[in-house]
């Protein structure tokens, strides 16, 4: 009996058949061998390839249908391709299976180590992905924790305060002011280094002097905490601008994008203060002054070094009166400035702009509130500013350096110094 496998398969033949009678697959099998013998010679002869393990088993597939008997034949062949080719053509030269017509056809040659490349580049692809998706995020989460650990180890103490900062605080011209510790690393593993934390529940020296000399905002959590420490800040400080977490997030827990988006969104500290004033107003209509009062005690979180600060309770601030413009005891000329001013202040009314005024009553410049600074520090004979918006400690102190007579506003800051001029007076 002949060899029924081979060691290695190179080429598959498959040829179809049709025979016009019913036979049986051996029948088939023996016209192959009887009709190809002497054929080819002896190296190429079916049966002592097969007796040699160059070509495997044959394999008949038939059916019958209405006394014809079809099907495919496949010889496997470790043979080189072009005795393959020769072997397959034989396979064409029967034409008889026992007393029935016959013909062969070879369909196709399949080169199996084509297939198997085919599975193996499809097996390989499965193992990369495997590998990628389950090793390779285990060095880059190394790589992404040793990254972090560089970026955090970076803070450092900052100013007489020893606050915590980031690297670039002094070197920048902007600075983010935050809460406590916590935050200022989590702006540090995001590659946020102008960063450095109040560090406590009161604002110290080191952070009024950097928001005197350097364009400063506020980067606050988006809770009453927040609301709590931007009236500190606005109070004892000159912030220029404010940035705040979304409602019920801290700073320290922001992912990148959330960080960048916040900062990207920030307001000019009248406008956040303007909100806050309304955010205060709808919540002693909502519950009341006791209600305001009993929900105001607050922890600040400050640096996670210090020891935590006794509950602040914040006496709830009511809305202010215009006692800044007292016009009973200013002279009839500050009170024709006064009038005038509020006359351009109704024409401002939510347009959120300023208007400097010369001593003739005439426009100097117009421009929107979060301008208002750098404009009037390069405007020349300014006598009145008008503005809808906020009057601030530092937009008074600049106003009596340019020697404007007369501020007038929609409501007033805390102001902790307040100069004979400008006369300050605020919407009725």
Known sequence: MGKSYIDTVKYMVKADFEVNGI?????????????????????LDFRELQKNGRIGRIEVDSRVHKGRT????????????????ILAAALEIVDRVGPCDATVKVARIEDTRSLKRKVLVDRAKQLLSSLVHSEIP??????????????????????????????????SDEVILVEGRADVANLLRNSIKNVVAIGGAKVGKTVSQLAREKEATAFLDGDRGGDIILRELVAATDIDFVARAPDGKEVEELTRKELIKALRSRTPITEAVSNLDNKREQRFERGGRNDYRDR????YRGSQDEP???????????PRQPDYSLEDQTSSEDQTKIGAGKSVLKGLEGSLKARFLAADGSTINEVPIREIMKALDVAEGVDIVVLDGIITQRLVDLSESKGVQCLVGVRAGNLSRKPAKPVIALAQ
């Open 70 to 85: 079809t099907g495919s034949i496949a010889v496997p062949s470790s043979l080189d391709m072009v005795e393959t080719s």
């Open 138 to 171: 285990e060095s880059k989460e190394l790589s992404e924790i040793v990254r972090k650990d560089a970026k955090v180890s970076e803070i450092v103490s900052y100013g007489a305060d020893k606050l915590p900062a980031g690297p670039e605080v002094a070197a």
């Open 308 to 318: 935590r600060a006794e509950p602040i309770i914040v006496e709830p601030i009511l």
């Open 23 to 43: 036979v049986e697959k051996p029948d088939i099998v023996g016209a192959l061998f009887g009709q190809t013998e002497g054929l080819l010679g002896d190296d």
């Open 296 to 299: 105001s005690a607050y922890h």
